[in-house]
């Protein structure tokens, strides 16, 4: 009797881990991401996007975190910025993973 809820239990894990990587998550940048302002227009860049800007940032700058940006509802400066920041669609176990900080993502070597 013991062996077949064994048998049970084993096979439930190997069916929601095998779910786990077929079902698919959103991985989104963290609130602490770093991130460029630009405070003439009130907006912020991605990092990745600072040297292509349109309209090219002035002098006024500063940085901080996507959650302080957004606070201070700040926009996205321009078109690139806001494909930067979208969130990457992923096996959800490797999205939960990012999202708690366990894997990193791309947003975390800015």
Request: with cysteine.
């Amino acid at each position: 009797m013991k062996k077949g809820w064994f048998i049970i239990t084993v096979g439930i894990i190997i069916m929601l881990v095998l779910l786990s990587f077929l079902l698919k998550g959103t991985t989104h940048p963290s609130p602490d991401t770093r991130i460029i302002l630009e405070r003439h227009y009130k907006t912020y860049i991605a990092p990745p996007c600072f040297e292509q800007s349109d309209p090219e940032p002035t002098n006024f700058l500063d940085e901080t975190s996507l959650e302080a940006a957004k606070a201070m509802n700040f926009a996205p400066h321009d078109a690139c910025t806001e494909e930067m920041l979208q969130g990457e669609k992923e096996a959800w176990i490797i999205s939960l993973l990012k999202n708690n900080g366990i894997l990193s993502s791309k947003w975390d070597d800015w």
